[in-house]
Every structure is written in C-alpha cells, then in structure tokens.
C-alpha cells in the first residue's frame, strides 16, 4: 500500500458520540460482523493475554492490528472522539501527500463507514502497516551507538526540510509519531493535525504532544510552520546522544514522555537543569546547538526560526572557544603568553669603589699576616678596611638601578609559585570531589534500577496472578457451558428413552393374551388370574426345574414372577415368542424424536443456562478489565511517585555535578592562569639571575656581567 492517491470519505459527518475504547474492544471481537461488508470481514485481530482485541489507546483513538484474509496487515484508527472536518481533513491530506515523492509517509485511507459498533456505523482510518518502532523505544536499543544515532540525527534534518519544501506541517512531531525502521529509514504517523496547503485558514485539530510544543502554541498556530518548535527539540537531543550516550539515562527517567527536555524546561529555560547540561557540555558542537536553542526558548519561543542543523565537519560555532571550556569560562582565559624578557646587567660601576676594591684585594693578602705578626693595631686596621669596604660594596649594590626590580621579580615569583601550588591543590581536591559524587551517583543510579526493577517485577506478579484467576475462572465457566450442553442432550435421550418405553408399553397392552390365539381359553384365563392379561405385563419367561417337569415362570415388569396352571413349556414359549415378535413390530414404530413440546422445553432451559453463563462471562471480562485497568493505574501511580522521588534525586545530583563540573573548570581556567602567571614570574625572575651581590663584587672588579 503506498500513499494513500485517493482517501475515500463520506461527506461531513455530525457531530456525535463515538464509542469508548472498550465499545471497540467488544465489537472488533467479531470481525465478520463489525467489518460487514469490507474486505477486513474475518480479519485476524492482534489479541492480549486474555484473548481480547489488543488496542493502543491514545487522546482521540484506539489503534488495533488487523490481518486481512489475503495476509495484508493495517493499523485501523478507531476514533473516540469526533473532530471537526475530519474527512474533509484527511481528503486533503491524502490528496497532497499523493502529490509527494517522499519516503516518510505512510498509506492511509479514511473509511466513513469502517466499523460497526453496537449496531451503528462510525468511520476508521485504515493505516499501512509499518514494521519499525518509535524513537524513544530505537533509541533505547541503540544508545550506545553514535554513529547509528547521529544517522538518524541527519535523516531528520532532512525530513524537517522536506515538510518545508512540501508546505507540509505535521503538527504533532514527537518521539510516539516517529518511527525508525530495521534500515534506519524514519516514518511519519498520525496525519490527525497535518497542515496542507488546501487546509489554511482553518484552526489546528490538536495541539500536539505537550513536551515537543512550545508553551506559546494555541490552536491558531497551524501552517507549515507549525513543526519547528518541536524539530528543534528532537534534533538537540539526537545530537546530544550521539555526542554523549550517557545524556540518555542522566537527563530523562524511563518510560519518560519526552526525549532529553521536557515542557518544564521549555517554560523555565534559566532553572532547567537539563538544558544548564547542554549549554555546559564540553562539546564545543552540542554546546553551540544547545545555546542556540536556549536563545529560541527566551527570545523567540511563540516563532522560531527554521532548524539550523549541524553536520558532521562543520565548523563550530563563533562562540566556541578552541579549549574545552565553557564560553562563560573562555573569555577569562588570557590566550596569550608575552615572551621572556632580556636578561638584566649591571650598568654602572664607581670608580673610588672599584680603586677601594682593587686595593683591597691586593693588599688584604700582606694585611692579616702583617697583623698577626707585627702588631695587633694593624689587624684592627685589616678588619675595618674591609667591613668598610663590604659596607660600600653592599650600599654600591644596593644603589644599582636592576637591584630593586630584582627583589621584587624573585618575590613575585616565590607569591606565584605558591599561588600555583594552591591551584594545584585545589584541582586534586576537586578531583576527588569529582570521584565521590560519581561513585555516589552511580550508587544512587543502581538503587534506581533496583527499586524500578522490583516494582516492575511486583506488578508482573500481581497481573500474572490476575491473568491466572481471570483465565480460571473463564476456564470454569466453558467447562460449565460443555457441562450445559451435555446435559440436554442426556435429557434429551432419557427423555426419548422413556417415551419410547412407553411406545412399546402402550403398544404391548394392545395386545391381549385371551385374544392372541398363541394358547388356549383356560391357560389364558390362568394367566389372567396371575396378573398377565396383555403382551405388555411380563418381560419373558424363565424356567425351573420342579421334579422331572420344568415350569414356566412369567417374569413381571415389577422383577416378580409369577407361574400358571395348565401353561406348560411349550405354551410357554409360544407366548414369549408372540411377545417378542409384538415387541419388534412396536420398535420399528418407536419415535426418534421429542415431541416439539418437550424438545423446546429442553432447548428453552439450555439456552437459559447458556445465557446465563455468557452473562457471567461478560460479567467476569468486564471485572477482569477493570481489574486489568486498576492494576495499571497502581502501577502507574507508583510509578509516577517513583519517578518524582528520582527526578527529584537525580535534580539535586545533576545540580550537584553540574555545580561541580563548572567549578573544576573554574578551578582548571584558574590553574592555567597560575602556571602561566607561575611561568611568566618564573621567567622574569630568571631575567634578574645576574643581579647578585657576588656578581656585582666581578663587575667592580672586572666590568663585564
């Protein structure tokens, strides 16, 4: 089946009530009957475990599986609620969509009269079967593969352009309406709220699924630009996973409605933990994509802009920065480093203090032996010429222009080498802060995984056992209905017994032994007088042995026997056998039937306990999927209060990580800083090596640095 060319529709239907889901699951149960007249009559319909029709229930339809006769498979579309123009809707849609030459479009085909249901007809839309699964159920499968993801990533993009190019708006793009295929090929489903040309004007059937809508979007936005809130939406979290895989299980709780951001992010995009992930990523791509997205959310939510896909290659955004930095952190990070500068030197010498310097060393040696051998006056002398002359020396060198900024350059560099220490410190520090909240994140995730595992199982338990009452209990009630049915065919033939018994009796008492002719007049009276006047009193005759004759006993209907005078053996047996003969000759005249009287009566008594147990049967269906239907509504609410619990854990830890995350790259901008800072005082310090005190006693003595 392709496109659908042509979509059949009735002409504008009135508005009215359409069946519930379960009205559907009750008529789709014969499908000869509900299908009269189409050529699904007899169709095999998908069934669950209690053997019912298996419906997918949505806002406005149950959708059922349905094999035809000649093995084509469709999806019918029964509606539970009526919408405006629906067929007038869906022949345009079909009209435009044959126009295409597109592979993201299912055939369809909108039946007015599709369904019989409690004896009115109401319409269908038969959809084409489409073997694939929804996004979130393919991504699930496929989270680990980038490459698989980032395909279907691209193949949206393109899917997104080809609505626009078509003038084509889906209205309802969500991850339950997408599907992916074993190749990778995307679907589109549920044409409920498509925009087509021949439609404008015309307000927008639905408004489409809550998580992929901007919160501004009223039913008056319906035109083919109606999708580019919600493609923007499903391409920033494709992008995001083929990025970084682990975004799935970290941004969204299973079975969640949404891919990675929901309505709540959508209508307070500066508290969205989610989206503070996104537009802090590493990943210079992603970040750039989600900060553009950000910037929709606050400056151009009621009307995006077109998507403005990724592909792999291109640059990155303007605003990236080259480090894996966050753009808030980038502009702090100085980029350049200045070059060393030049070596310091001494540039000035004092001639008296060079003359002092030179004299004094070539003196110094004949001074201290002079001082220790001749006079103790010449030591006092020795020793003050040079205090003296190290007193001028340091006053010369601490009068030196470079001195000065020497100190100070080895100084600054002690101050920035510990500063350099202190980041390094804290980098160490945060590393282990960074090992404990994943090891307590972890932790918290495989608690998750436990405590969503053990609900699942505690559910599966409780339907399992509801299956098994529900499946006992209708198991009791056939084996009540075969009992039923055994029954009056077993009273049926008792009662065909007796009244062919009767036949025979009536039939036997006609006969008259006296007139018979088998025996004479005084055995006859004899046996009169014993009781047995008519074929129909005795049942045979047996014989005892009294001496040396053998008498005839006439056994009786009661079991008695009785015996007579003047009937001997042989007459005996001539009466046995003109009974035997009476007896064949009223068994070829027994009847084989009821009378009509009675074999109503037995069919009026079954019907009623067949009636009665279809009543029970119905009863115990309907109880079953209430039970079925208050079953998943406790699991679901369990599930919600357990997903609020996690979401509420896994806010404050992902608060946690992402406070974290930009502080150790706080931390690593200002370890940077330091070790250049660190680098730069180190340099400038190194520049100064020559100023020492000791080399500026060799410049005095010799000029040269």
Known sequence: MTTSPSSTSTSAEPVRAFPSGGAYVEA??????????????????????????????????????????????YAVKCFT???????????????????????WTVGFEYVGQGVLVQGAWYPVLRMEWVEAVNLTRWIGQHVHDPAAISGVAERFADLVADLAAAGVGHGDLQHGNLLVTADGSLKLVDYDGVYVPALAGLPAAETGHRNYQSPDRTAADFGPEVDR????????????????????????????????????????????FRLAVLTGHPDARLRGLAERFRDILLHHRAAPPPLEPVREGAAAPPSAPAAALPSWLAERVQQHVPAPPPPARFNRRTPALVALTWALLVLLPFGVPAAILVEEALAIVDVSAVLAWAAFTVAGYRGQAESGPARAARAERDRLVRERQAAVDRVARLEQEGHRIAGTTASAKAEQDRRRRELGHRHDQRLRAHQQDVRQRLGRIERDRQASVARAHLEEQRLLVLRQKEHLRGELARSRLATAGVCGALPAANLEAVGVRTAADFVGVRYEVHGADRVAFFVLVDGGAVSAAGVDEATAARIDQWRERLTAEA????????????????????????????????????????????LHAARRSEEIAL???????????????????????????????????????????????????????????????
């Open 28 to 73: 789709l149960q014969d499908t000869a009957l509900c299908f009269r007249g189409t050529d699904l009559a007899g169709a095999e319909v998908r069934v669950d475990a209690l053997g019912r029709p298996r419906a997918i229930s949505g806002n406005f339809a149950s959708v059922f599986s349905v094999t035809g006769v000649d093995g084509a498979r």
């Open 81 to 103: 609620r009526a919408a405006p123009e629906q067929a007038a809707r869906y022949r345009a849609i079909g009209e435009h969509l044959a126009g295409l030459d597109d592979d």
């Open 229 to 272: 809130f919600s493609a923007w939406v499903v391409y920033l979290s494709l992008v995001a996973l083929a990025t970084d895989p682990p975004l799935w299980s970290q941004l969204r709780d299973e079975d969640a409605e949404h891919l990675l951001l929901a309505e709540s992010d959508f209508a307070d995009p500066a508290g969205s």
């Open 587 to 630: 068994a070829s005249t027994r009847p084989t039937s009821l009378p009509p009287a009675e074999q109503q009566a037995i069919e009026e008594r079954s019907a009623a306990e067949r009636a009665g147990l279809d009543a029970e049967h119905r009863q115990v269906l309907e109880e079953a999927e209430a039970a079925a239907r208050a």
């Open 643 to 705: 997903a609020s619990e996690m979401t509420t854990g896994n806010t404050a830890t992902a608060h946690t990580r992402v406070a974290h995350e930009r502080e150790v790259a706080e931390a690593a901008v200002v370890l940077e800083r330091a070790q250049r800072a660190a680098a730069e005082g180190v340099a400038r310090a190194d520049a100064f090596r020559p100023i020492t005190y000791r080399k500026y006693l060799r410049f005095l003595l010799t000029g040269k640095n």
